[in-house]
Structure formats: structure tokens, C-alpha cells
């Protein structure tokens, strides 16, 4: 691998927004590595290598990052996009308490890990007088938590608060950091978020089912077609490239009408009148 092409390490890339992302980066001539749990599932390209990681554990990320460190040699690495991710659903009431760690494992800590493990290959792309970045995969359920996807939105919260911490620890090396927030993307990930809420569902309690029934109805109607609905993956492929290679990347890039309008409204409707307002979305 090149020691002065840009390369860029991609986790979560074996399916749908990390997949889309080491797709659009390759075409465009980027060198790409797939950090995915199956190296079956890695993208067919010439300018795309994979290596195994799980972001659930140190010692993969440290192991990557090493396998890395010797494909892109002393140019160091241009960029990392923090994709991998879980969805957890139901009402919080009744969530496993295994359940909300697993979720945080993934999209927080997990996070976290891999970034530490990556930060020294930025930094030394840096010293060397590049531009290196840091992209984070979260979604507008960090700004708008809507109901029985609590899990999810503090996770999504949480790495917000960590993006914004990291992106003004890293200014002194020039080491940008970019947020990607769309609202529901037409990816295998609600597919999951719907098992999930159907298994809590299966698992609840006769009084459960009286106090939520309805509105978890309506909540798997909207995770039913969210696919079918959802803006394409591609459209954060294209904000997560511009987030890696524009002299003046966004702190956040809010993809998609639905989740400009979420945020807009929240931003300006007094919470009583927002939170009625999704209320109303929640009937069966």
C-alpha cells in the first residue's frame, strides 16, 4: 500500500452506511480499510483491504491498528470513520439492564477504544502536514430521542458529547472531527432495532403491554417501513467524504429533510408542544 495515498479506515463496513461509505471512498480513488468482524464480507475493490476487529474489544482495536500501521507505513493514516453500531428498542420501563451495556458497549466505549488505538497513525499523518480526520456515525436520535429507542439515543448522545470534547482536544494537531447525524437511513440496522423491539414486545408483561401497547403499535409501525422510507445510504457516503477531505469540514452534517425538520423543531417548539407532537406520531 502507498505510503502517500491517502488512506482511510472504515469500521461497521460490511454493510449499509459503512459499506456505502468504503464504496464511495474508493471510487474516488481513496485507499480503504474495511475493519469488519468478517473478512468475507469486505468490499471487492482494488483500493480496498479489510482487517478483523470487533469495537468491543481493546486489545482487536490495538491489533488493527498495528496491521494498519504497516500497510500505510511512515505517511501514517489519513483518516478514521467510526461506523460500527447496534440499535436496542423498547420501552426503557422493561429494557434488560444487559441490553442498555450492550448498546453502550458498542456505540460508546467501543468508540472510544478505537479511536485511542487509531489517534497515534492521525497524528502522524499530521506531523508530517497532512490534514487527518475523525468521523463519528451518529444520528439525529442525538439531538431527538424518540420514544423506545432510549438505548440507542444515549448512545448517540453520548458520542455527540464525545466528538465535540475530542474535536477541541485535537485542534492543536489540525486533527478534525466531524459528526454525521441523518435520520432514518435505509440500512440493515433498523432491521435489527425492529427484532429488538418485537423481542422485548414477545417478553413483556401483561401490564406492560397495558401501559405501552399501543404506542409500541405505532413505534413498530414506523420501524416497519423505515427502511422503504429511509434516505440512502449514499447520501452519508457523500457527507462522510466531505467531512474527510474539505479544507472546512462540518462539526456536524444533519443529512436528509426529515432530520433537518426534527432538529429545526426541536430547536424552536417549546418542549411541551414537541414532545405532544411526536406524541401524536406514536398512535397504532
Avoid: C
Avoid at 464511495?24 to 483491504?49: C, E, F, G, I, K
Avoid at 453520548?158 to 466528538?163: F, P, S, T, Y
Amino acid at each position: 500500500m502507498s505510503t502517500s495515498a491517502p488512506t482511510v479506515v472504515v469500521t461497521g463496513a460490511s454493510t449499509g452506511i459503512g459499506r456505502a461509505i468504503v464504496e464511495h471512498l474508493a471510487s474516488r480513488d481513496v485507499r480503504v480499510v474495511a475493519a469488519v468482524r468478517d473478512l468475507s464480507t469486505v468490499v471487492d475493490h482494488p483500493l480496498v483491504s479489510g482487517v478483523r476487529l470487533d469495537v468491543t474489544s481493546a486489545d482487536e482495536a490495538r491489533a488493527a491498528a498495528d496491521v494498519v500501521r504497516d500497510r500505510v507505513g511512515p505517511g501514517g493514516l489519513h483518516g478514521l470513520v467510526n461506523n460500527a453500531g447496534i440499535a436496542v428498542g423498547g420501552p426503557l420501563e422493561f429494557v434488560e439492564l444487559d441490553e442498555v451495556r450492550r448498546q453502550l458497549e458498542v456505540n460508546v466505549i467501543g468508540q472510544v477504544g478505537v479511536t485511542q488505538a487509531f489517534l497515534p497513525l492521525l497524528r502522524t499523518r499530521s506531523e508530517g502536514g497532512g490534514r487527518p480526520r475523525i468521523v463519528f456515525t451518529s444520528s439525529i436520535g442525538g439531538t431527538v430521542a424518540a420514544p423506545f429507542i432510549g438505548p440507542y439515543a444515549a448512545s448517540k448522545h453520548a458520542l455527540n458529547g464525545l466528538a465535540e470534547s475530542w474535536r477541541r482536544e485535537l485542534m492543536p494537531w489540525g486533527i478534525g472531527v466531524s459528526t454525521l447525524a441523518p435520520a432514518t437511513v435505509s440500512t440493515p440496522i433498523w432491521d435489527k432495532a425492529e427484532v429488538d423491539v418485537d423481542a422485548v414486545v414477545e417478553s413483556l408483561p401483561p401490564e406492560a403491554r397495558g401501559y405501552y401497547g399501543e404506542a409500541i403499535a405505532g413505534m413498530q409501525k414506523i420501524v416497519a417501513g423505515a427502511e422503504a422510507a429511509g434516505i440512502a445510504p449514499s447520501k452519508v457516503a457523500e457527507a462522510a467524504h466531505h467531512a474527510l477531505f474539505s479544507r472546512r469540514p462540518k462539526a456536524e452534517y444533519v443529512i436528509g429533510t426529515e432530520a433537518k425538520v426534527m432538529a429545526g423543531a426541536s430547536a424552536v417548539l417549546p418542549f411541551r408542544v414537541f414532545d405532544r407532537l411526536v406524541q401524536s406520531q406514536m398512535k397504532a
